[in-house]
């Protein structure tokens, strides 16, 4: 392997929208994504994440159901602070709910289908993000 470029870590997350400013709107009002006028996008700083905090990249099987029961062929995790008051948060805002939350050692995870079908995973990350 060649020493030269390499990934340093996800830079963005883009997809299409049927009604890009309403969906940013909704995502504001629901999970306080502070949206950008200027590409109508939002930003997060890695000093804001929790200590131990990265990001994933993880392709899936093509079969998979894991992104049901979205028919989408992608899943966005949001990384967030406290799982429990965001679930209510998207709830109080149309969004569904989708499956039960669990936890595992790393973390706590929900899913739900925001107002484009889109699949988003929350995950509140535990023990600084390790895998025990």
């Known amino acids: 392997m060649s020493n030269n470029g390499r990934v340093l870590g996800i830079g963005g997350v883009f997809f299409k929208s049927k009604d890009k400013d309403a969906l940013g709107q909704w995502y504001k009002n629901t999970l306080g994504f502070d949206i950008e006028p200027i590409y109508g996008g939002s930003s997060f700083a890695f000093e804001n994440a929790p200590k131990g905090a990265f990001t994933v990249w993880g392709p899936f099987k093509q ?30 805002n149309g969004g569904m709910l989708v499956g039960e939350p ?13 107002p484009e079908g889109n699949k988003i995973e929350l995950w509140e990350m535990l023990n600084e993000g390790k895998f025990e």
């Open 102 to 114: 669990m936890q595992e050692s790393y973390g706590k995870f929900a899913w739900f289908i925001d």
């Open 63 to 92: 079969e998979t159901e894991y992104f049901a029961p979205s028919e989408k062929p992608f899943m966005i995790n949001l990384m967030v602070n406290d799982l429990e008051a965001c679930l209510k948060q998207v709830e109080a």
